[in-house]
């Protein structure tokens, strides 16, 4: 089993920006894929960035270049560094891992972008 847990989301004005961290612990040495997630209200969850199994950061669909996955030679912990705010970045941001075929969630970080 696996524990994550987010921290550093908050309450931001737009064109600002946030530095999150996801801690792992527990069986971390078995987690193939890792990655940020988040859920704006009345949507659904999507890929922000992942760490694959052979270690290579690929980015959801709708990320651009103001976010920056990045974690040192260790699995954990993991930064997502977002930079440039806008509103619409506003969301729960999960860190989520694998092991085989189950999938392990934290409770998730709000950030809000408001001015």
């Known amino acids: 089993q696996v524990q994550l847990v987010e921290s550093w989301g908050g309450l931001v004005q737009p064109g600002g920006s946030l530095r999150l961290t996801c801690v792992a612990s527990?069986?971390?040495?078995?987690?193939?894929?890792m990655g940020w997630y988040r859920q704006a209200p009345g949507k659904q969850r999507e890929l922000v960035a992942i760490?694959?199994?052979?270690?290579?950061?690929h980015y959801g669909d709708s990320i651009d270049a103001r976010f920056t996955a990045s974690r040192d030679n260790a699995k954990t912990p993991m930064y997502l560094q977002m930079n440039s705010l806008k509103p619409e970045d506003t969301a729960v941001y999960y860190c989520?891992?694998?092991?085989?075929?189950?999938?392990?969630w934290g409770q998730g970080t709000q950030v809000t972008v408001s001015s």
């Open positions: 527990g069986n971390t040495r078995s987690i193939t894929n």
């Open positions: 989520g891992c694998a092991i085989t075929s189950t999938v392990y």
């Open positions: 760490f694959t199994s052979d270690c290579s950061l």
